[in-house]
Structures are given as structure tokens and as C-alpha cells.
């Protein structure tokens, strides 16, 4: 299995030092962060003693050029209020996930230490990953989030590949397939009731709940591009 952290909107640079030291603990290497704070961003990796895995992050513009490269993208976060559409994995319970998944590459998205991720972070997981802690405090410190998922992550020798195993479609075919999908409901005579937003919300949901693989997306995607070209 290969881990990609990503740090979005992250602000303090203790907190991403601690983050990369945590990877480097676990043996995860691949760092990467979204519309960091520039000014926390260069201290952190300038710093005095500062870990190869700070010096090779990698930095983006957003959260889908961050994960293009995943096969499936999981967003951390507290719920609270939040009804996510998306299937609800809890860390201490992730164990048959990570064997399930074990040949995948996924992402792991974290956000800023003030606000968490929005709804429209969480919006682009295919999963909701939760820490559960007591209901009087019910978020964590980024840095220990980070160290906590590494640790469960790097469990039962997760570096070993399966062979035999279906690929996972990235995040970004996935992407393509769902435009091509959205394409298509252009050019169909829909009910108002299946405007584009009601359209974008479902085939979100749909492709939350099924691990697409890489021929399935192609598939989806050939026959979407061929009805499209016959509409037109």
C-alpha cells in the first residue's frame, strides 16, 4: 500500500514539522500540501533539523491536483454536525479496509489546525475517515491526527503488494468519468427534478460507494464519449 498525506490550508509549522517526523516514524515519505500558509510553510521547511520528507513535499493548488495520482481519497474529520454521504470509517476499527485495500494507493486528507476541512474538502473523498475520541473534545491536535493514522496504517506489514487484485481507477479518472457522465445528462431530456446540481449530488454518491476499477472507468467512459458523440 502506498500513503500519501495531505496537509490542506495548514498554518502552523510545528504541526507540519510533527506531521512529517510522524510519517518518517511509520515509514511513509510522501507529503503533500494544499495552499499553505506561505509565510508557516518556508519556516517549517528551513528549519533547523527539518526531515528529508519536509524538504521533498510536494505543494499544490488544490485538493484534486493533491490526490489526481490516488486510487482512493479519505478525508479526516470530527463529523459533528456533518451527514456525509460518503461511507463512515472509524480508526480503530480500519483494519479490514487496509487488507481489503491493500494494493491501492490512497490519500489521506487532513486540514488546517483551525478549521478543520469544509464540506466541499470532505465533498471530494470517496470516504470519511473518524478518530473517535469523547464527545467534550471531539477533535485533535493535526499533528497527532496524522501520527495516530500512520501508526494504524503501517500495521500488518502494509508495504507488501497483492498480486491478482483488481487496480483502483485514481481519483482523477474517476473525475473524467464522472464530467463525461455529467456531459451526457447535458444533452438528455431530463425532468427538472434531475437538474445538473441534483445530477453532480448523485453521481458524487454513486461513486463514493463503489471502488471503481480501472476498467470499469474506462468502460463507463468509452460508452459515455460514444452516446455523446451520436447526440451531437
Do not use: H
Request: aromatic share 6%; net charge positive.
Amino acid at each position: 500500500m502506498q500513503i500519501s498525506i495531505i496537509l490542506v490550508r495548514p498554518r502552523n509549522p510545528q504541526n507540519i514539522g510533527a506531521a512529517a517526523r510522524a510519517m518518517g516514524n511509520f515509514g511513509f515519505e510522501d507529503l503533500r500540501l494544499v495552499n499553505p500558509w506561505d509565510p508557516t510553510w518556508q519556516e517549517a521547511k528551513s528549519a533547523v533539523g527539518a526531515s528529508p520528507i519536509l524538504k521533498k513535499a510536494k505543494v499544490f493548488n488544490t485538493i484534486e491536483e493533491a490526490a489526481k495520482d490516488a486510487n482512493i481519497l479519505i478525508a479526516t474529520t470530527a463529523l459533528k454536525n456533518r451527514k456525509p454521504f460518503q461511507q463512515i470509517l472509524t480508526l480503530n476499527k480500519i483494519e479490514p479496509f487496509i487488507k481489503e485495500n491493500k494494493n491501492q494507493k490512497i490519500a489521506l486528507l487532513f486540514g488546517s489546525e483551525k478549521t478543520g476541512l469544509n464540506a466541499e474538502d470532505i465533498d471530494k473523498a470517496d470516504y470519511i475517515l473518524n478518530i473517535p475520541t469523547t464527545a467534550k473534545v471531539p477533535s485533535i491536535n493535526l499533528a497527532q491526527a496524522v501520527i495516530l493514522c500512520c501508526w494504524e496504517f503501517s500495521k500488518n506489514d502494509l508495504k507488501t503488494p497483492r498480486t491478482n487484485i483488481k487496480k483502483s481507477a485514481t481519483i482523477k479518472e474517476k473525475e473524467i468519468a464522472l464530467n463525461n457522465l455529467l456531459l451526457l445528462t447535458d444533452k438528455l431530456d431530463l425532468p427538472p427534478i434531475l437538474n445538473k446540481k441534483i445530477c453532480t449530488q448523485k453521481l458524487q454518491k454513486i461513486s463514493a460507494a463503489k471502488n471503481f476499477s480501472k476498467e470499469e472507468i474506462f468502460f463507463i467512459n468509452s460508452i459515455t464519449q460514444k452516446i455523446i458523440k451520436k447526440l451531437s
